[in-house]
């Protein structure tokens, strides 16, 4: 399922509660790091299980992520 952002609708930390595991959506440059914790922390809170985070709009010529360049080119 594909649903609102968690800390902006009330239903989004529902649904993420009845799933088996949901994923966090963390867009880079947009959503700071007290955000992606807030949203994490609501989840954990609503009994959500979150199997991981999706980082993604990464900019693959910033040169703070290192590792971006490395999994893509081998």
Not at 9 to 20: F, H, M, N, Q
Not at 36 to 63: E, F, M, W
């Amino acid at each position: 399922f594909d649903s609102s952002p968690v800390l902006a609708v009330d239903e989004t930390s529902i649904l993420a509660g009845k799933v088996d595991t949901a994923l966090v959506l963390i867009c880079c440059g947009v959503t700071s790091l007290r955000l992606a914790k807030r949203t994490i922390s609501h989840l954990s809170s609503r009994q959500a299980s979150v199997g991981g985070i999706i980082y993604n709009a990464v900019d693959p010529s910033n040169h703070e992520y290192p590792y971006y360049n490395y999994y893509y080119s081998h």
